[in-house]
């Protein structure tokens, strides 16, 4: 039982720093999926309707510690079937490939990647460990996490993964189904604007007590420099602090605070973003039309050793800096508990409730539309994983996610499916 509780002390973990998309150290990784769904199916495309089978994906990572060097990367191949396709196995693809089950499951051709997961097929990253606490960092996913932040909690392609604060997408109400997701910037070595995590850097690590980092994203230019910075202290066990800011040099940048208390059992996590005339995905004419927005959300993670159980409940809240605009919000929360020596059941169930436009609820406004409200989303995703060896795992999974759209048309969509996972460590 004491190897069950140091799985969940790893779920622990991850769920505390968002993600962890690249290995934390030497190894190998393999995962193996099939599955397949229902995706959603708005404009009733019978090429679209029924279940449909995902194929199968392969993803790979290595990562590999060499002196004072560090090369890490990942390769994601998958035989899939294409979303319209009726070929049956004529329309099966081989390529290496980004999309996965909850690509199909989630896309519902509005807002973008947070709903529609999409992930390049690969990364490749480069650490030179110049001194003791001192790195240079270059790579396509160098993924360097500087505080906590609402959690996906694993790549797409892994068991634990979920949608991020409930489903909610990023755009003003009337040009998502259901809008209100706030970018939290404290993977620093992003460019949200451009959606990637490439990025050339330097960071300085003081033992467990300081660090500090600046990050150049791919896709800055001379005639629009830009670069991102980020500090964390932590004085004490019991408190760790965070500050990051994505978009220095330019005017909509993004800013990020974050706080952990750390009470052995009990872990509060909290955290704060600005994100700056942020216009991505704005269907309105104007760039400008939206301006800022901000959000701010807490997780609790409790971890209950005497029944092998960890509960980590989370809850967000996002605003718009236009006042016609009302707030979103989320609730969720992911639970993990280890029986029989080698099974763990996990589940994560949300709820969120879009933001609206005042203006659909005023008689004389010409957005005037008394049937629409911000939508909804539910979703629920419950697993269980059977850890066959300390090498090898089984999962079992099923997704379940229901929207409805402001404008009050209500949409389902679910995937289930099998990962077998190796891991060399």
């Given at each position: 039982m004491k190897?069950?509780?140091?799985?969940?002390?790893?779920?622990?973990?991850i769920?505390?720093?968002?993600?962890a998309?690249?290995l934390?150290?030497q190894g190998?990784?393999n995962t193996?999926s099939t599955s397949?769904?229902m995706?959603?199916?708005k404009?009733?495309?019978?090429d679209?309707s029924?279940?449909?089978l995902?194929?199968?994906l392969?993803?790979l990572?290595?990562?590999?510690d060499?002196?004072?060097f560090?090369?890490e990367?990942?390769?994601n191949?998958?035989a899939?079937?294409?979303?319209d396709?009726?070929?049956?196995?004529?329309s099966i693809?081989?390529?290496?490939?980004g999309?996965?089950p909850?690509?199909?499951?989630?896309?519902?051709n509005?807002?973008?990647?947070w709903t529609?997961?999409y992930i390049?097929?690969?990364?490749?990253?480069?650490l030179?460990?110049?001194?003791?606490?001192?790195?240079?960092?270059m790579g396509?996913?160098?993924?360097?996490?500087i505080g906590?932040a609402?959690?996906?909690l694993?790549?797409?392609?892994?068991?634990?993964?979920?949608?991020?604060q409930?489903?909610?997408?990023?755009?003003?109400?009337?040009?998502?189904?259901v809008a209100?997701?706030?970018?939290?910037?404290?993977?620093?070595?992003s460019?949200y604007e451009?959606?990637?995590?490439?990025a050339?850097g330097?960071?300085y690590?003081y033992?467990d007590?300081?660090e500090?980092?600046?990050t150049i994203?791919?896709?800055?230019t001379?005639s629009?420099?830009l670069?991102?910075a980020?500090?964390?202290?932590?004085?004490?066990?019991?408190?760790?602090?965070?500050?990051?800011?994505?978009?220095?040099?330019?005017s909509?940048?993004?800013?990020?605070?974050?706080l952990?208390?750390?009470f052995?059992?009990?872990?509060l996590?909290?955290?704060?973003?600005?994100?700056?005339?942020?216009?991505?995905?704005?269907?309105d004419?104007?760039?400008?039309?939206?301006?800022?927005?901000?959000?701010t959300?807490?997780?609790?993670?409790?971890?209950?050793?005497?029944?092998n159980m960890?509960?980590r409940?989370?809850?967000?809240f996002?605003?718009y800096?236009d006042?016609?605009?009302?707030?979103a919000w989320?609730?969720?929360g992911?639970l993990?508990?280890?029986f029989?020596?080698?099974f763990v059941?996990?589940?994560?169930?949300s709820?969120?409730?879009?933001?609206?436009?005042?203006?659909w609820?005023?008689?004389?406004?010409?957005?005037?539309?008394?049937?629409?409200?911000?939508?909804?989303?539910?979703?629920?995703?419950p697993?269980l994983t059977?850890n066959?060896?300390?090498n090898?795992?089984l999962?079992?999974?099923?997704?379940?996610?229901?929207?409805l759209?402001?404008?009050n048309?209500n949409y389902?969509?679910w995937?289930?499916?099998?990962?077998?996972?190796?891991?060399?460590?």
């Amino acid at each position: 039982m004491k190897k069950i509780i140091a799985l969940a002390a790893a779920v622990l973990l991850i769920s505390a720093s968002v993600s962890a998309q690249v290995l934390s150290k030497q190894g190998v990784k393999n995962t193996l999926s099939t599955s397949f769904g229902m995706p959603y199916d708005k404009a009733g495309n019978s090429d679209r309707s029924g279940v449909r089978l995902y194929g199968l994906l392969e993803t790979l990572q290595v990562r590999l510690d060499v002196s004072k060097f560090t090369a890490e990367g990942m390769l994601n191949w998958g035989a899939l079937t294409w979303w319209d396709a009726r070929g049956g196995f004529d329309s099966i693809t081989f390529e290496n490939t980004g999309i996965t089950p909850f690509f199909y499951t989630n896309n519902n051709n509005e807002g973008g990647w947070w709903t529609n997961p999409y992930i390049k097929g690969y990364y490749v990253n480069f650490l030179w460990h110049a001194t003791d606490g001192l790195d240079f960092g270059m790579g396509t996913r160098l993924n360097w996490v500087i505080g906590p932040a609402p959690s996906s909690l694993d790549n797409y392609w892994s068991y634990k993964a979920h949608v991020t604060q409930g489903g909610l997408e990023d755009a003003a109400p009337g040009a998502a189904d259901v809008a209100g997701y706030t970018y939290y910037a404290n993977c620093y070595t992003s460019l949200y604007e451009l959606n990637t995590k490439s990025a050339i850097g330097v960071r300085y690590r003081y033992e467990d007590f300081i660090e500090a980092g600046i990050t150049i994203p791919s896709g800055v230019t001379t005639s629009t420099p830009l670069f991102n910075a980020a500090f964390k202290i932590h004085p004490a066990k019991v408190f760790t602090a965070s500050i990051a800011y994505e978009g220095i040099l330019r005017s909509n940048g993004n800013l990020y605070t974050g706080l952990t208390l750390d009470f052995d059992y009990i872990i509060l996590d909290a955290y704060l973003a600005i994100n700056f005339r942020n216009t991505r995905l704005i269907a309105d004419s104007s760039p400008d039309q939206w301006g800022s927005h901000w959000g701010t959300g807490a997780a609790i993670t409790i971890s209950i050793p005497k029944i092998n159980m960890i509960l980590r409940p989370e809850t967000g809240f996002s605003f718009y800096n236009d006042s016609n605009y009302t707030m979103a919000w989320y609730v969720g929360g992911r639970l993990d508990f280890a029986f029989a020596d080698n099974f763990v059941l996990g589940a994560w169930s949300s709820f969120a409730l879009g933001a609206s436009d005042k203006r659909w609820h005023d008689k004389g406004s010409a957005l005037y539309n008394p049937d629409y409200t911000g939508g909804n989303v539910f979703d629920i995703r419950p697993e269980l994983t059977w850890n066959m060896n300390k090498n090898n795992a089984l999962t079992v999974y099923f997704d379940f996610q229901n929207r409805l759209k402001f404008t009050n048309q209500n949409y389902n969509a679910w995937a289930s499916g099998l990962y077998w996972t190796y891991s060399s460590n």
